[in-house]
């Protein structure tokens, strides 16, 4: 071999791992990067909703909407609110659709009759748009031709029709039943998928030594089970965080700002009030506070399937 086609392969060596990280890298920076650095960048002006003009303003954006116009130390009331909404909305859509897919997972990993039409019956409300939900299920709890009324009228539970989406609590609830109907087809997906990962002689082993159903399900299933979990929880909350969708086209955060969350506040803030840098400084707090439950989800779920 000559000396030119050593130095050719040496070079090509030396450029393998560029070339084939390289465009990844450039992806990932022009989707990722690039946006997050113009967010924060953003979240440091001001632009006027008339003219236009940006001024730099630092961290003044931050300062109006964790303090409002109140003192030093007393919380903005807006984002305490919102932030509570948020905290209602993500927390029991989220307990409730993890719940109840984990239960349908374990039932559908079974070997039952029509198993694999009952799998793809789950999936259907996760197939559909996310604005189509919301309008399926706005209807379905509007106050005089909504299908929920119209049932309980029928079934002479109740004697006056019930305005869901005119009350706070009732429209949070609506909200909350409207996700974890769209989200658990996600839940049971992943987690279907983590069952199927454990060992059955694992099972066979533990009903041997006597182990009661619990027993099995937290020595055998949850070790395996949990880079699933791990994964599900993460995007499950995630888009929870995020959700304008489902609460835009259901309530718009009402009544009033009942049903309010970060995302659908961002919106206004953003787009309706026409303030990019106060609704920039919100998105800097939304992606830290959802940095921060990923951190906390994956020193939970992050070890290894084989660490009980």
């Not at 997050?36 to 961290?59: A, E, H, K």
Request: proline share 5%; charged share 15%; no cysteine.
């Amino acid at each position: 071999m000559s000396a030119s086609t050593q130095r050719f392969k040496r070079l090509l060596d030396r450029l393998f791992v560029p070339l084939t990280l390289g465009p990844t890298l450039i992806w990932i920076a022009a989707i990722i990067v690039y946006p997050t650095l113009q967010l924060f960048w953003s979240s440091l002006f001001f632009v006027d909703p008339i003219t236009g003009q940006r001024q730099f303003v630092g961290l003044e954006n931050f300062r109006d909407l964790l303090l409002g116009d109140g003192l030093l130390g007393v919380l903005n009331p807006e984002f305490v609110n919102f932030t509570w909404n948020t905290i209602v909305y993500v927390g029991f859509s989220v307990s409730i659709s993890f719940l109840l897919g984990l239960g349908i997972a374990i039932l559908l990993n079974k070997d039952l009759a029509g198993r694999g039409w009952l799998r793809t019956a789950v999936i259907v409300p996760w197939i559909l748009p996310y604005v189509m939900s919301g309008l399926i299920w706005r209807w379905m709890f509007q106050t005089q031709y909504g299908a929920i009324n119209a049932v309980l009228v029928r079934l002479g539970l109740i004697a006056d029709r019930i305005a869901f989406l005119s009350d706070g609590t009732l429209a949070m609830m609506a909200l909350i039943i409207a996700d974890v109907w769209v989200f658990t087809p996600f839940i049971i997906i992943i987690l279907l998928a983590g069952l199927q990962n454990v060992p059955e002689q694992l099972y066979d082993a533990a009903e041997v030594d006597g182990a009661s159903r619990w027993s099995r399900f937290w020595n055998v299933t949850y070790p395996f089970l949990k880079p699933s979990i791990l994964v599900a929880l993460t995007i499950r909350i995630i888009f929870d965080i995020r959700a304008l969708d489902l609460v835009w086209v259901m309530t718009q955060g009402g009544p009033g700002k009942e049903t309010e969350v970060w995302a659908s506040w961002l919106y206004r803030t953003a787009m309706v009030f026409n303030t990019p840098g106060e609704g920039a400084a919100l998105g800097v707090v939304l992606l830290a506070v959802t940095f921060a439950i990923v951190a906390v989800l994956y020193s939970v779920f992050g070890g290894s399937p084989y660490e009980t």
